[in-house]
């Protein structure tokens, strides 16, 4: 059976409808309306910046105009005294000096930036050599203290030399390692290994023993006369100089070398085979080159060598690079 589209319940049916649809609307409305109040909002508290920015510009112009007007308020007064003051200004412009130069004034500033590198390098010198003579005199304190606690005088060679002997070439060297402060030894002891059994190593022994001995010696003395304030006279300008001062010496003169010969010390060869261990203090490569050393032994190889370098000017200490073989040279090998 089919509903009539005509009668109470189709009325009904239209009324629910309506009502609906009267809901949905009033919803969208009453929602378009919040939007529209957010958005109005919004456009206020935008205006609002715009009024209180206006305003503080407002402000900041109202402030300069009161100040230029206090300005104009005060020109007559300011005329008056800058007119007060022009015979003054004229009288100490027309006695000022007539304005040099640009190029005198750069030949000053130029010699006045030499000046300045001049006394900052004679400074930085004078600092190093302050600060290398205080390192020098706590060193040699250091060092000598503990020779005079055993009542032994520094610079005796002498009693000094009694401790070094040994029954080999290498104990003479480790022997000097413990009883010698001043000399730092860098060579490779295994290079006494070959020369142990010679027939002349009791000779080679007793050499190097004095050798060590005199070397300890002379950095002893040298250090305690710049301890004390004084300077090394020429008797100490190095190993050989102090050999030939002493009445009896241990080293003889002429076993000290203080240089090498062309071959030796200019060639690829010679000079690789010079250039020895140092400790990083003296050179921060590790090396330098010693062309001074002591005839060992004489006569044809084997002719044992000692190479070292003396640092008592800077670090009061003599580097031993070297013991062993006589090295490269033209004459020799």
Not at 46 to 56: F, I, S, T
Not at 204 to 221: F, H, K, P, V
Not at 304 to 331: C, E
Request: aromatic residues 4%.
């Amino acid at each position: 059976m089919s509903i009539s589209p005509f009668g109470p319940a189709a009325d009904k049916a239209h009324a629910e409808e309506a009502r609906a649809e009267l809901d949905r609307v009033s919803k969208e409305l009453d929602e378009s309306g919040k939007q529209l109040v957010e958005l109005y909002k919004k456009e206020a508290a935008k205006y609002k910046r715009l009024a209180e920015m206006e305003r503080d510009r407002r402000r900041e112009v109202e402030a300069q105009l009161r100040a230029c007007t206090k300005l104009l308020d005060e020109a007559p007064d300011l005329e008056a005294k800058l007119n007060s003051m022009i015979p003054d200004l004229v009288r100490a412009a027309a006695s000022l000096p007539p304005p040099p130069e640009v190029s005198e004034l750069q030949a000053r500033l130029e010699e006045t930036e030499k000046d300045r590198d001049t006394f900052a390098e004679l400074l930085e010198t004078a600092t190093k050599e302050r600060d290398a003579a205080l390192r020098a005199r706590d060193a040699a304190i250091a060092r000598l203290q503990p020779r005079q606690n055993d009542e032994q005088p520094p610079g005796d060679a002498e009693a000094l030399r009694a401790r070094l002997d040994a029954p080999t070439l290498r104990g003479v060297l480790e022997q000097a390692q413990w009883h010698c402060s001043s000399l730092d030894i860098t060579a490779d002891l295994d290079e006494t290994k070959k020369l142990e059994h010679h027939q002349k190593a009791p000779h080679w022994r007793n050499r190097l023993a004095d050798t060590l001995a005199t070397m300890q010696a002379y950095a002893e003395t040298k250090d305690l006369a710049r301890a004390h304030g004084g300077r090394a006279g020429p008797e100490l300008a190095n190993l050989k100089a102090y050999c030939a001062s002493q009445p009896f010496p241990l080293l003889a003169e002429g076993k000290v070398v203080v240089s090498e010969g062309q071959t030796a010390s200019s060639s690829p060869r010679g000079k690789a085979q010079r250039t020895l261990p140092v400790p990083e203090h003296i050179d921060p490569s590790g090396k330098a080159v010693m062309l001074e050393h002591i005839r060992i032994g004489d006569g044809a190889p084997a002719a044992p060598r000692l190479h070292y370098l003396d640092d008592t000017d800077r670090s009061g200490m003599v580097v031993i690079g070297f013991f062993g073989d006589h090295l490269y040279n033209a004459g020799t090998n």
